[in-house]
């Protein structure tokens, strides 16, 4: 148990991603079985636990402790686990007495505790393990982790250690359970890729990669069918041998969320495309914005009113599997005509066909990508008529080709110091635009973001000195920056989409922010005013200001 | 005589009106005690100040020769008379130097404690339990959320942070007296023997230490042109806190901010300040060695001082000890 607290102790404080994997491989390396299972079973969320009610755990405490005391503890540290982790007082048995205190002991013994006895357990562990594994086996208990560490991240960290691809571990995932034996035998080389005794439904997904400057060049537009690259989510929705799921882009598994698709499904395969919200094509309703989608994502349960206000529905992209027929080593157009056979006999609100773009020229399609006839277009994918469908991003097969972001120029208000690599740099930034203050108050600055990223080193490094020597107030880790019309900084901020937002003073919400030029050139005064961003969602569509 | 008359709390700090003197004064007085050298506790300007020797130095090294008008020594264990009162210095085990002052007057005796901790420190004296009315506690870690783990395996972890890390520089934020000191030579004693490099805020410090015959091992200096930057892969650099945040960290390769302290035991505290892997070593005591303290000591009554009174204050009233809230102001409950 102790090895497995102290990796969620480092796991909780460390910002960089390739250190979190480091972190996690050598955990993975070294913890013997079947703890090292359970632990990545309780990190990727498949460990299922009978949890215990906090408020059993604060009756626990009170057993032992002065309710004022515990108040002041509990008002202090915040969290409940964390406060009885470091107030309670083991009763210090001899060492013989401790018994198996590894992870995977105490998760058969949570396993198989019977209802009347779970209070006991609990006692009798919380006695026996130091603090840091208390405030571990507390988190195991009630059911959350949140240590900011994904289900995918801990799937490449799996990869790392076995020297595989992160595709393989998707594939393999849904079909092992934990202690994850064999697939910690597989990755340590000491015996074969586990097989499989339920059927593997998630199947690695197919990736494009950009369309870079000359990309395009010799090749035959003949070769390619184009589609829209549509501004949902990408899904694989599995229907075999009686198990149904709908998967995320990385394997996870999201179906609890849209019962309204899985409901509707009365076919056997496995169907690669967009979730989106809104009407399908074959019902005549409009498509509509990322930001009704994501009413719907992030949940583990969604109420009939919420499916009612954002119907779902999943737009068809490829057909890996039809029926129990492997169509994944065909070529596209093979696959795309069965796609299209199938999709004809769904359900019509709950599955529709991305549509094929029809170009003859490269111009012609560059010019169609940057006047799409909807709004939730985010772009055109380009894929090979020939290319069979193989996971990963490969360069060659397929393309995509985004539309332009939305530009505005926008002036630096506040910033922040970042984490890890960053933590000596103001690298967080919020930006703000002009919109008319309050009577008499003339043009105020509104803000309207906030980015760390697409700048570069060396840009960093102008930002940060800017912000050092240009505070007007600081707020804890916050600084403000002189922001005046003819004093201030100003960039130029490139995002992907822009919404109404009633959870912003400004009213508006951008999606993808970054920083993309630093416009030393410009006077705040020159920057963008509030009404430009309204005009944008209006619009549906890019504005280029300085073409 | 009654306590409260013989030490009473005024806005210049802890004041013996029978003996004509205040300790640890937060503003310029004509006579000081000094407990130890901590800015907060030790602050310079006053008219005569009387502490060990090594605050003395301490004090001298910080603020120049000419702290004060004329300073004297306390030797630990001696009783001396000033005024109406005798006073008599006892070692605090918080840093080199730290001592308790003992003040009595007819009968009455008062334990002014200053900082203290009870578990075992290479760079100073251990704390001496001394029989009092009246014990004045800090409350630093004065909640029952604070167990200090032990030493050697707090240490332990940044020397696993260096296996897993050899290519990162690891920064150690730790106070520039006693803490850094004591994180130096919990590692010299863990078996690190490389060279540590030290922020310019540290030098004269761990030079003194090292004068005192505390064997602190090779020190360098934390100075690097950019040129040298890869040369701190896997390094311990060691400096105040403060200097993290600042351009001085960038130097270093790719740097794992640390933080040796007894706040490091809450989780969100770290979080909140950026670092990356806490060391919990604390100067102070924690809950246990606070009430095992109290109850060792067993004083008519305990006052109880900086930090978090109420909870303290609680406990002794559980325990049927009287005691009561001293509210001394000016002293940094957060510096550890």
Not at chain 2, 205 to 220: A, H, N, Q, T, V
Request: with cysteine.
């Amino acid at each position: 148990m102790r090895d497995f607290a102290e990796l969620l102790d480092r796991l909780v404080l460390t910002p960089s991603r390739n250190a979190k994997i480091r972190l996690l491989t050598d955990y993975f390396r070294t913890a013997p079985d079947p703890d090292r299972g359970y632990a990545l079973a309780a990190l990727a969320g498949t460990l299922t636990l009978s949890t215990v009610k906090p408020n059993v755990l604060r009756q626990l405490m009170l057993e032992r402790m002065d309710p004022v005391l515990f108040q002041y503890s509990y008002d202090y540290v915040g969290d409940l686990a964390e406060t009885i982790s470091l107030v309670w007082e083991g009763t210090e048995p001899d060492e013989a007495d401790l018994g198996d205190l590894s992870l995977g002991a105490i998760v058969a013994q949570l396993q198989t505790v019977g209802r009347a006895d779970v209070r006991n357990l609990v006692r009798t562990l919380l006695d026996r393990l130091d603090g840091s594994s208390r405030f571990a086996f507390l988190k195991l208990i009630t059911g959350s982790m949140r240590i900011g560490v994904s289900s995918r991240l801990v799937k490449q960290a799996l990869g790392e250690m076995g020297t595989v691809d992160v595709g393989e571990i998707e594939t393999l995932w849904h079909g092992l359970l934990p202690p994850y034996v064999e697939l910690f035998a597989w990755l340590d080389g000491h015996s074969g890729r586990p097989e499989l005794t339920m059927p593997a439904v998630f199947h690695s997904v197919m990736l494009a990669t950009p369309v870079g400057d000359r990309d395009l060049d010799g090749l035959d537009p003949a070769d390619f069918v184009a589609e829209w690259k549509w501004d949902g989510i990408r899904v694989q929705l599995a229907n075999l041998s009686g198990t149904r799921r709908l998967y995320s882009r990385s394997g996870d598994d999201i179906s609890g969320a849209f019962p309204d698709i899985l409901e509707a499904v009365d076919f056997e395969g496995v169907i690669d495309g967009e979730l989106l919200v809104g009407g399908t094509l074959r019902s005549n309703q409009a498509t509509r914005s990322f930001s009704d989608l994501q009413q719907r994502l992030n949940r583990k349960a969604v109420t009939r009113k919420t499916i009612e206000e954002y119907p779902a529905f999943l737009r068809g992209y490829d057909l890996l599997f039809d029926g129990p027929r492997d169509m994944r080593p065909e070529p596209f157009d093979v696959r795309r005509d069965a796609l299209e056979r199938l999709i004809a006999t769904t359900p019509p609100l709950h599955f529709d066909l991305s549509p094929l773009v029809s170009f003859a020229s490269w111009e012609e399609l560059d010019r169609l990508r940057t006047a799409p006839p909807d709004p939730v277009i985010e772009g055109i994918m380009l894929k090979r008529r020939d290319s069979p469908y193989t996971p990963g991003r490969m360069k060659g097969p397929w393309f995509k080709w985004k539309r332009e972001p939305y530009n505005v120029d926008a002036v630096l208000m506040y910033a922040q110091r970042g984490h890890g690599k960053r933590s000596s740099y103001y690298s967080d930034f919020t930006f703000g635009v002009w919109t008319e203050g309050d009577a008499g108050q003339g043009d105020v600055l509104v803000p309207v973001g906030k980015a760390y990223f697409g700048f570069t080193d060396a840009e960093l490094e102008v930002l940060d000195r800017y912000v050092r020597n240009n505070t007007v107030e600081r707020f804890g880790p916050v600084r403000s920056v002189r922001a005046e019309p003819d004093q201030g900084f100003v960039v130029e901020v490139a995002f992907e989409g822009i919404a109404f937002s009633s959870r912003h003073k400004s009213g508006v919400a951008m999606r993808f922010p970054r920083i993309s030029r630093l416009r030393t050139d410009k006077l705040p005064r020159d920057a963008d005013r509030l009404e430009t961003l309204v005009s944008m969602i209006d619009a549906g569509a890019p504005v280029n200001d300085d073409a | 005589m009654r306590p409260e008359t013989l030490l009473y709390p005024t806005p210049k700090g802890l004041f013996c009106e029978a003996g004509g003197f205040y300790i640890d004064p937060v503003h310029p007085v004509d006579k000081a005690l000094i407990t130890h050298g901590h800015a907060d506790h030790a602050r310079s300007g006053h008219g005569e100040v009387l502490a060990t020797r090594e605050t003395l130095e301490i004090m001298a090294i910080r603020y120049g020769a000419d702290f004060c008008r004329q300073s004297q020594e306390a030797v630990l264990g001696e009783t001396m008379t000033i005024g109406d009162v005798t006073v008599s210095f006892h070692p605090a085990g918080h840093v080199l130097g730290s001592a308790q002052i003992a003040v009595s007057r007819g009968g009455t005796k008062i334990v002014v404690s200053g900082d203290y901790k009870r578990r075992r420190d290479p760079t100073c004296l251990p704390f001496e339990p001394v029989p009092c009315d009246v014990f004045i506690t800090e409350a630093t870690f004065g909640l029952p959320v604070f167990h200090h783990p032990p030493d050697a395996d707090e240490v332990g972890k940044l020397l696993t942070s260096l296996r897993q890390f050899p290519e990162r520089a690891h920064l150690v934020g730790a106070y520039a007296l006693g803490k850094a000191q004591r994180v130096i030579m919990l590692l010299r004693e863990a078996g690190y023997h490389e060279p540590i490099y030290i922020h310019g805020a540290l030098v004269k410090l761990c030079d003194y230490y090292l004068s005192k015959g505390i064997p602190l091992g090779e020190l360098r200096p934390a100075t690097v042109t950019a040129k040298e930057k890869p040369a701190f892969a896997g390094a311990v650099v060691i400096g105040p806190p403060s200097a993290f945040a600042d351009k001085w960290a960038r130097r270093f390769p790719d740097p794992i901010p640390i933080f040796a302290s007894g706040w490091m035991l809450v989780r969100q505290r770290a979080k909140q300040r950026g670092v990356e892997l806490p060391i919990i070593i604390s100067d102070h005591c924690d809950w246990a060695e606070l009430t095992d303290t109290i109850r060792e000591i067993r004083p008519g009554q305990v006052w109880v001082t900086h930090g978090r009174e109420e909870a303290l204050v609680r406990w002794c009233e559980l325990e049927g000890i009287k005691a009561r809230p001293l509210h001394l102001v000016g002293y940094d409950d957060e510096g550890e």
